[in-house]
């Protein structure tokens, strides 16, 4: 970036909102890059130490009451951490991570000061359903702990996951997390159904998990399966019992996602049901 940025909002000493002729709308990160100014003034390349882009409002606003409870260091960096993020996916991120993740780590380390144990019910769930979110999230831990002298849970690095999934695809956070919600509803009525307990290392539960996931996609999407009816005959008569639960978890999704279930994820749940409680004879 060249050209020099035009102040449109000084939010603290050590933060501005800026324009760009080719990014518009930035934040700007320095120490005291603030002070004395307003808005109209120029802020030059060589003032700046950090930048990311917000563009929506309603972020920006979100973003403009947190400052005075964040100080400089952790704001700093946190940009190090989108940065690194970024860096990891190769792809751009969806700018209300910047805000939701900074938001989130700020009160999870107010928590563990307050010595607050956060939990997280979803976290094997989490690690695989999205293990390259995962393994960023750890690496994400990592730099928060080296460089805030923290010391944050494992269940952390489940949500800070979620936070990375929701900025690298098209679902919010709410979205995403009611998804991982829905799943681990649906692995607790198949397990209290069929009398088991899942092998949470296995590779059967890996692949009906991710089944889950996107049979869940699938149908916020509206795209359609197709039934494959000789099988369909076939798996009601040799496993009534594994069909029926089938019919039981399709219920469940259509009444929390409010969308109708194409009737042949029926089939292919019965599949997934069946290896799971021979492996677990």
């Given at each position: 970036m060249r050209e020099s940025f035009?102040?449109?909002?000084?939010?603290?000493?050590?933060?501005?909102?800026?324009?760009?002729?080719?990014?518009?709308e930035v934040v700007l990160i320095g120490k005291g890059i603030g002070f004395g100014k307003k808005k109209g003034d120029i802020i030059e390349q060589a003032a700046v130490e950090k930048w990311f882009i917000l563009k929506n409002e309603r972020e920006q606003e979100q973003y403009k009451r947190m400052l005075p409870e964040l100080d400089e260091e952790f704001i700093?960096?946190?940009?190090?951490?989108?940065?690194?993020?970024?860096?990891?996916?190769?792809?751009?991120l969806n700018e209300h991570i910047h805000v939701a993740l900074t938001d989130h780590i700020s009160f999870t380390i107010k928590r563990i000061k307050q010595g607050l144990d956060l939990k997280n019910p979803f976290l094997i769930e989490t690690k695989s359903l999205y293990p390259l979110e995962y393994e960023i999230a750890k690496e994400v831990v990592a730099i928060l702990n080296e460089k805030l002298g923290v010391e944050l849970p494992e269940g952390e690095v489940g949500f800070i996951a979620l936070h990375i999934?929701?900025?690298?695809?098209?679902?919010?956070?709410?979205?995403?997390?009611?998804?991982?919600?829905?799943?681990?509803?649906?692995?607790?009525?198949?397990?209290?159904?069929?009398?088991i307990v899942i092998d949470r290392e296995s590779v059967h539960y890996l692949r009906f998990i991710r089944h889950l996931r996107y049979a869940i996609e699938r149908v916020k999407k509206g795209e359609r399966v197709e039934e494959p009816k000789t099988l369909s005959k076939i798996l009601k008569?040799?496993?009534?019992?594994?069909?029926?639960?089938?019919?039981?978890?399709?219920?469940?999704?259509?009444q929390t996602l409010q969308m109708p279930v194409d009737e042949a994820e029926v089939i292919y749940l019965t599949l997934h049901l069946q290896r799971l409680a021979t492996k677990s004879e």
């Open positions: 035009q102040i449109k909002k000084v939010l603290n000493n050590n933060v501005l909102i800026a324009s760009h002729p080719d990014y518009d700093g960096v946190m940009n190090d951490v989108m940065q690194h993020i970024k860096s990891r996916v190769n792809a751009p999934h929701s900025g690298i695809s098209e679902h919010s956070l709410s979205e995403v997390n009611q998804h991982s919600q829905l799943i681990a509803k649906l692995i607790e009525i198949a397990e209290n159904q069929l009398n008569k040799e496993y009534p019992f594994c069909y029926n639960v089938s019919w039981k978890l399709v219920k469940v999704m259509q």
